[in-house]
């Protein structure tokens, strides 16, 4: 039986999942026309005139509190459905749905609303359809209509209102009384840029409360930068769960992959996910964090991880335990990027970098295949996935016109560490036209990952930047078959 317990407030269980998702499918019949319904309708032999699609298939889920799960995948995949299924707008065709405490869910954003009812009425109306008693409303109603800021509208019909205006009424209702648990469905593009900050301030209020939240969007950055965990739906299916900055990369993987290795990227990411070996190396309690300052290789500091000396360190060193397991290869065509590493001015390769110190990113390409237009770029980013900066060479709309099968490029940036202390990731990736189109050859997130030590004491403002243009290097050049 499905339960869904979401009205008025609750004591949650911090023990117990607050969502439970068991085995829940979601079907629906398709017709090839009206007749087809009426003549399923009227057979005596009660035959099928339809099509069974499934836009939920076997969905097992829970979700704890205080939890921020990021949902993603394409269009068409579940996403909404499921957010529907699991706030009761929708009831699944199978399958059990439990849910534990108070649920504001933002859709569709107005959908609740009567065009004949003024703003204000609208207010407690589409409260009462989120389950909240007039009184409450009351308590918070100076709240809602200050953030709305529609004025005057407040009291006219919502039927002479924008879609924006409604938008903007829906929005305040939702973020000003106190749900236990958040649904958003891509909302937060609401009004005019001013008030959209607004919105993503209010939101950055839930997410730092200990609300639990599920999040559909199409931005990974997004995803990264706010969810604790991800989903990657796809023909109604979970085909992976895990860190959101693995499952953003992967679900990239396969929104980009070629046409005809849409099937192949799709298997290979429901392997990785049923692979208990996989997911015990990705959950290990092993952090780079806690590699300590004075750990290292060379003469003078041998590797260490934990309980290394606590000082910092008086330069760069390398640490070969220390290797990103996020890595994802999105290789379309036959290009090959390899040998990615961090060196300093002298050469010598290093992962724990200091601030303010000049560095060498470097990476070798070899050209398996004739391209055009090519072009080299790179991308640092946050341990969530933040994109921090990066550059493309030979430069911002400028290409290599031709390069030749077996063609061999060193590709360097040379750049300043103005980073504050932590972990950051490197992505490396070419570039070149296919079709008439410029598209990824071959990209790699998480090629690289590195550890900055020193952090100042007081607030640093120094910028990212490269202190001298990135160089190409070829090392093997076949002639332009053209000239």
Partial sequence: MDKHNHLGKSHINMSEPVIQLKGISKKYNLYGSRLDRVKEALDPRNKSHHKD???????????????????VG????????????VSGVLTPTRGDVRTEGNIVALLELGSGFNPEFTGLDNIYFYSALLGYRRKEIDDVIGDIIEFSE????????????????????????????????????EVLSVGDELFRRKCYARMEQFFSSGKTI??????????????????????????????????????QKYLYSPKERIESSRNEI???????????????????????PGAGSGPDCSPTVKGGASHLAPRSYFIPE????????????????????????????????????????????TFNCDAEDVSFGMLFKTERGVQLGGGVTPGVNTYIPYVAKGSVFRIEWRFSCNFFQGLYYINAGVRGRVNGEIVYLNRIVDSLVFKVQREYDDIYTGQLFFYQDPVIVPIVNPEDPKK
């Avoid at 429901?270 to 300590?292: F, G, H, P, R």
């Fill in 322 to 365: 220390m290797k990103p397991r996020t890595t994802v290869e999105y290789k379309s065509y036959d290009v090959d990027i390899s040998d990615v590493k961090l060196t300093t001015s002298s050469d010598e390769q290093v992962n724990m970098l200091l601030l303010d110190e000049k560095y060498v990113l470097s990476y070798r390409a």
């Fill in 214 to 251: 599920l999040f559909v969007s199409h931005s990974a950055h997004t995803i990264n930068e706010i969810c604790t965990r991800a989903i990657l739906l796809d023909r109604g299916e979970i085909i992976f769960e895990g860190p959101t900055k693995l499952v953003t990369a992967l679900y």
């Fill in 150 to 185: 529609l004025g005057d509208f407040i009291d006219q019909p919502l039927k002479t209102y924008s879609s924006g205006m409604k938008a903007r009424l829906a929005f305040s209702v939702s973020v000003n009384v106190d749900p236990d648990i958040l649904i958003l469905d």
């Fill in 74 to 85: 394409k269009n068409g995949s579940g996403k909404s459905t499921l957010l529907e299924v």
């Fill in 53 to 71: 699609f499934y836009a939920l298939k076997n969905i097992s889920l829970d979700v704890h509190s205080g939890e921020i799960l990021g949902i």
């Fill in 270 to 292: 429901i392997a990785l996910n049923l692979s208990k070996e996989y997911k015990t190396s990705i959950d290990e309690d092993y952090s780079l964090q806690e590699l300590e």
